[in-house]
C-alpha cells in the first residue's frame, strides 16, 4: 500500500471523493503543513496552527496509480481561489498537494504544469506542493463524515 497526502477544501467532501476511487483502500481526515506540533479541529480553524484540512489516503499502486489521484484532487476542487473553496475561508482550507517522496514531488509538479498549460483556468493555480510533515488525524466524528450523517454533498455556494 502507498499513502497520499491532499488537500482541497473542506476535508468532508474531500474525503468523500477519493473513498469514491477504485483502489483508495482507506481515508481518514487530519491536519498537516502547519507550524504546530500538535493540531485539532478547533484551533485549525481558529487560524492558530498553520495547517491545512488534509486527506490521508492509502491506495494499491496496482490498482490506482499516483497520477490517477493526482487527476481527482484537480478534479474536486478549484485549485485557483487561494485559501477558499465554495464558502469556507482560511488558510486550512488551501490547495495542498504534500508529497511522500521525490517520484510523488515530480508527479506533482509534472500534474500541475500540465494543468496550467491546458488552458483549464483562466487565473494561476495557488496550489501548493511541499514534502508531507506530520499528519495529525483530526477528531473520530469528523472520520467518514458524509457517510455517518447521510450526506451526498457539500453545498458550494
Avoid at 474536486?76 to 465554495?86: A, D, E, F, K, V
Wanted: charged share 20%; with cysteine; aromatic share 10%.
Amino acid at each position: 500500500m502507498a499513502t497520499a497526502l491532499f488537500g482541497a477544501g473542506c476535508f468532508w467532501g474531500v474525503e468523500d471523493t477519493f473513498r469514491q476511487v477504485e483502489g483508495v483502500t482507506a481515508t481518514a481526515v487530519g491536519f498537516a503543513g502547519g507550524h504546530t506540533e500538535n493540531a485539532n479541529y478547533k484551533e485549525v480553524c481558529a487560524g492558530k496552527t498553520g495547517h491545512a484540512e488534509v486527506v490521508q489516503v492509502e491506495f494499491d499502486a496496482e490498482k490506482v496509480s499516483y497520477e490517477q489521484l493526482l487527476d481527482v484532487f484537480w478534479n474536486c476542487h478549484n485549485p485557483t481561489t487561494l485559501n477558499r473553496q465554495g464558502p469556507d475561508v482560511g488558510t486550512q482550507y488551501r490547495s495542498i498537494i504534500l508529497f511522500h517522496d521525490e517520484a510523488q514531488q515530480a508527479a506533482a509538479i509534472a500534474s500541475k504544469d500540465q494543468l496550467m498549460l491546458s488552458g483549464k483556468y483562466n487565473g494561476p493555480i495557488v496550489t501548493e506542493i511541499v514534502e508531507a510533515d506530520q499528519f495529525h488525524m483530526a477528531e473520530e466524528y469528523h472520520q467518514q463524515y458524509f457517510e455517518k450523517k447521510g450526506i451526498s454533498h457539500c453545498r458550494m455556494a
